[in-house]
């Protein structure tokens, strides 16, 4: 992979948050910045993953390994074999995710008076899992590809 780099010239990676029922994918860029974030149904994923490398070129596919990491590793592999794929640790991302996800949707209403951690999200946020594995990839990866 040629790691093409983001409008501002810094090299990309994407990543995505594997699960049974649905995933997160996010193409992340060395300097932080997010340029695709997005949710989608499993089934789908191995399709939505090949197109993003095949659109932005990253230096590498970064793979959460909790559920579903392994049947869509194999997929992948099978339909890409010389696809470079790292495999993040999960821990916590579910909890810093929806940390997240409240900050970039505070509570409106009567939802104010709630404590914030007994709020719900009510979508989805598997796409911000995809972006703490990929800041978290990059974390390890960063002097390796200073711009």
Do not use: K, N
């Not at 932005?56 to 990491?69: D, E, F, I, N, R």
């Amino acid at each position: 992979m040629s790691g093409q780099s983001s409008e501002s010239g810094s090299p990309l990676v994407v990543a995505i948050d594997p699960g049974r029922a649905r995933y997160g994918v996010a193409v992340v860029a060395a300097h932080g910045a997010t340029i695709v974030r997005r949710v989608g149904c499993a089934p789908d994923a191995a399709d939505d993953v090949l197109g993003l490398v095949e659109r932005y070129q990253p230096l590498a596919v970064v793979l959460g390994g909790g559920t579903g990491g392994g049947s869509l590793m194999r997929a992948l592999r099978q339909r890409s074999p010389g696809l470079t794929i790292d495999v993040v640790d999960e821990a916590h991302t579910s909890e810093m995710a929806r940390a997240r996800w409240l900050v970039e949707h505070p509570p409106r209403g009567w939802r104010r008076l709630v404590p914030r951690g007994l709020l719900t999200p009510d979508t989805p946020y598997d796409d911000l899992v995809a972006v703490i594995l990929a800041e978290r990839w990059w974390a390890t990866h960063r002097q390796d590809f200073a711009t």
